[in-house]
């Protein structure tokens, strides 16, 4: 795989709808633009350390991945329901355009309760759902071994791959927030429908990701 190629992979990936991206549209809809962005950068944030420690531990993840898929696959399934079922059951009696002016809506949050959480929280949410999200970890495992690879053992290389996906990622996470800003009045408009849509693409989701399809293919 060449360098332009494998580049065009990940924006493909990261740009893609997936579970981190879904979360995001949801809290741009219903907490904010601000919000959103809190979101976005823990969840970049785990990101770029999941893609350096896969290239600085490139053979060793290599050996323990194959027995811990399984696992990772239905916990990571698992959280993808929950998800699911907190934005399912998010608050749809307020508009996003009627927050207070500190950016939080009144409204409940995909992981939270009622009341909105602190920014340090959501920061920190959005950090830690990017190591049980499958289509993350499963990206950076598959990814940085390539990008080693191509470096062919040049830590300068390596790091220049980790730092270039790295700020893909955080586009594409920044993408979803504007997507949420620019249709948040429509958003906002079919409440309801919206959440049960991103509900349903987060079941569709934690299939996928589970591995069950295989098992039942068997």
Not at 41 to 51: S, V
Not at 94 to 123: H, K, M, N, W, Y
Request: aromatic share 10%; glycine share 10%.
């Amino acid at each position: 795989m060449s360098l332009l190629s494998l580049l065009l992979y990940c924006v493909v990936v990261t740009f893609t709808p997936g579970p981190t991206n879904i979360v995001i549209l949801s809290i741009a809809q219903g907490e904010g633009t601000r919000r959103a962005l809190v979101f976005s950068t823990g969840a970049a944030a785990a990101f770029a350390l999941m893609l350096a420690a896969s290239a600085a531990l490139n053979s060793l993840l290599a050996e323990l991945l194959p027995p811990a898929r399984p696992v990772l696959q239905l916990v990571g399934g698992a959280y993808m329901l929950y998800l699911a079922w907190k934005v399912y059951c998010m608050d749809v009696g307020q508009d996003a355009e009627d927050a207070p002016a500190g950016g939080s809506g009144g409204g409940t949050v995909p992981d939270g309760g009622p009341a909105p959480r602190s920014d340090r929280a959501l920061f920190v949410t959005g950090f830690l759902m990017q190591f049980v999200n499958p289509k993350v970890v499963m990206f950076t495992l598959t990814v940085m071994p390539s990008f080693v690879a191509l470096a062919q053992g040049s830590r300068g290389g390596v790091a220049a791959g980790v730092a270039a996906v790295s700020v893909i990622g955080w586009a594409a996470f920044a993408a979803w927030v504007g997507f949420g800003a620019l249709l948040r009045r429509f958003l906002s408009a079919y409440r309801r429908m919206v959440n049960v849509l991103m509900a349903l693409f987060l079941v569709y989701c934690a299939v996928a990701m589970s591995g069950v399809q295989q098992v039942l293919a068997r």
